[in-house]
């Protein structure tokens, strides 16, 4: 049987050492010489928690995380439990907005109820509200119609409201959401970029002019690291997977930067999720790595990369 020591060298003289490079690369700090500190608050995701919502919080806030994302509860009694909890553990939160209705006027009509319930309901103001916004097979038009609502909705309360760049919804493509974003300059994204590495099955490297816009639109960051053949990589502390950590991390740097040179605050979801997004062992289905842990390391290296 090989030891560790004999598989580490053997490892290293082979393709090893290139993953081993990579990593350290990957851990290259963030430089803020602007003498200015960054607003941060960084949230929990409950996507494969299994248990209550007031055990869910209590986990949360156990780890340290500033609050929780959730999706607006469109039920009394669901609202009166999830109000209950984060006003007891003390945590802030983000609601998550939007619709699965493959019919245009159903659909606007659902996601026009949940943003204008979650933005004027008097219980808890949320730090934002993340839109999965419209649908992929939509017309631009149709998609146009919920940016529309949403900016009049973020100018009469004052709530921060975003489109998540996420697969099968309007911005799930870099070239799409760069038409939406030229043509309405008050927009805001949620970046969940992982995604669009998936869709282009690249790190984006030939779309900088899509990326950068997207970067400088950003108002809440959803954290998970994508690669070219997926939306998320089986554990981001793995040295194989260097290179794409450190493309998000230049992408997060860069959203991190302009909102200390604008004195702007910034949110963060830690999203890993569960299976089947995190990948599984074939015939047990066991995934291969620990969702909930990895989602605390992700909140602990934005804590230390961005405000130390």
């Known amino acids: 049987m090989m030891n560790r020591r004999n598989f580490m060298a053997t490892t290293l003289a082979g393709g090893g ?41 209590a986990a949360v806030k156990q780890e340290g995380y500033d609050g929780i994302e959730m999706w607006w509860q469109s039920g009394q009694e669901r609202r009166k439990e999830l109000f209950a909890a984060i006003k007891k553990y003390d945590l802030e939160i983000g609601y998550l907005c939007g619709s699965h209705d493959a019919d245009f006027k159903k659909h606007f009509e659902a996601f026009r109820k949940g943003v204008n319930e979650a933005a004027t309901q008097s219980e808890r103001k949320p730090l934002y509200i993340n839109c999965h916004s419209g649908r992929d097979y939509f017309s631009f038009e149709e998609n146009q ?48 970029i992982s995604h669009w590495c998936n869709v282009h099955e690249s790190l984006l490297a030939d779309q900088p002019e899509a990326v950068k816009l997207a970067l400088e639109r950003t108002i809440h960051i959803h954290a998970r690291v994508g690669h070219q053949e997926g939306p998320q990589v089986s554990d981001p502390r793995a040295p194989e997977w260097a290179t794409a950590m450190k493309a998000h991390l230049d992408w997060w740097d860069t959203v991190v930067a302009y909102k200390i040179q604008n004195n702007e605050p910034l949110t963060v979801l830690t999203e890993f999720g569960p299976p089947a997004y995190l990948p599984t062992m074939p015939y047990t289905n066991l995934p291969v790595a620990d969702q909930w842990g990895i989602n605390v390391h992700m909140m602990q290296l934005f804590r230390e990369r961005y405000l130390k």
């Open 17 to 57: 050492a290139l993953s081993a490079l990579q990593a350290m690369g990957a851990e290259t700090p963030f430089e803020n010489h602007s003498g200015k500190k960054l607003s941060l608050k960084v949230l929990g995701t409950n996507w494969g928690f299994k248990g209550t919502v007031d055990a869910f919080c």
């Open 145 to 192: 119609a919920l940016i529309d609502h949403t900016l009049e909705v973020s100018a009469k309360t004052g709530i921060p409201i975003a489109h998540e760049t996420h697969r099968s919804r309007m911005l799930f493509a870099a070239h799409i959401a760069k038409r939406f974003l030229e043509e309405n300059p008050a927009m805001k994204i949620t970046l969940d």
